[in-house]
């Protein structure tokens, strides 16, 4: 679970002072995937990065209940950030290096994650001759090498051409479901956002707070089929017409 209470985030100061973020409460059950929207700007990436503590908050606090875990949190980034000279299992593994566990462990768990994101076959390739889709599995399966119990991504697909975009929503569809991670997902297509996500949360632009959010009553798995649900198209119709209200 994901405690966020009076979370807030300020950057510079005086006249430089930008709000990103004003005070968010909000529980996140283990196990949900939330998906984040809202206009450019609006603290999407704020909101990630204070839950992953890779920045401070100016007021309130992220509570994550997780055992204590010593990285209980995976990050996906836009960019593959991938180590150039590592294979691809080479990359993958890399977290696992720290960790204490065995060789034939750590080359296990490299096999399975190979396998969940597709990348069979290319384990002694490196990033540079791997697609952007690619590169973007093979961050997912880093991500997710030490079993984190959250996964944030941040925008992690606006890079890659539309059908691979697809095919990678369905598969990390399926790698939800299949290990129960609890995902946060911060994306800029509304279609996205509703097609993967349990729940919908969309923010306001700055200072970015809250607007509202969405329990997606979409059945699982999500498929083809899904894309022609009227509760689909109504949700994404509905986020549409709010996100069009805050931008205009
Ligand atoms: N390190 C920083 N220093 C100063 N201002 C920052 C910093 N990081 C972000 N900001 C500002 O905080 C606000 C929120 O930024 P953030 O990146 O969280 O928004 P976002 O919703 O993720 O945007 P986008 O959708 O364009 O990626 C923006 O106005 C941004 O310019």
């Not at 909000?26 to 839950?51: D, H, M, W, Y």
């Not at 566990?101 to 384990?123: H, I, P």
């Not at 369905?170 to 946060?184: A, F, N």
Request: charged share 25%; net charge neutral; proline share 6%.
């Amino acid at each position: 679970m994901i405690k966020i209470e009076q979370l807030s985030k300020i950057y510079g100061q005086g006249d430089d002072q930008v709000v990103a973020l004003e005070p968010l409460d909000q529980q996140i059950n283990a196990g949900e995937f939330v998906s984040i929207i809202g206009p450019s700007g609006c603290g999407k990436s704020t909101l990630l990065r204070l839950i992953a503590s890779l920045e401070d908050p100016t007021s309130g606090s992220v509570t994550l209940e997780t055992a204590n875990l010593k990285r209980p949190v995976g990050f996906v980034f836009q960019d593959a950030v991938l180590l150039p000279w590592k294979t691809v299992a080479e990359n993958i593994r890399f977290p696992l290096d720290t960790t204490g566990v065995s060789r034939k462990q750590a080359n296990e768990k490299v096999a399975e994650l190979v396998e969940l994101v597709g990348l069979k076959g290319f384990e002694k390739s490196l990033p540079k001759q791997l697609s952007g889709g690619m590169r973007q599995r093979a961050a997912i399966a880093r991500a997710l090498a030490d079993d984190p119990p959250i996964l944030l991504m941040d925008e992690p697909f606006s890079a890659v051409d539309l059908l691979t975009r697809e095919t990678l929503n369905d598969e990390l569809s399926r790698i939800w479901q299949k290990t129960g991670k609890t995902i946060l997902l911060v994306t800029h297509s509304v279609e996205e956002a509703a097609y993967l996500g349990s729940r919908v949360m969309v923010m306001s632009p700055r200072p970015g707070r809250l607007k509202a959010t969405y329990d997606v009553d979409l059945a699982q798995p999500r498929g083809e089929q899904t894309k022609r649900d009227p509760k689909f198209l109504d949700l994404v119709s509905e986020l549409r017409t709010l996100m069009r209200e805050m931008t205009s």
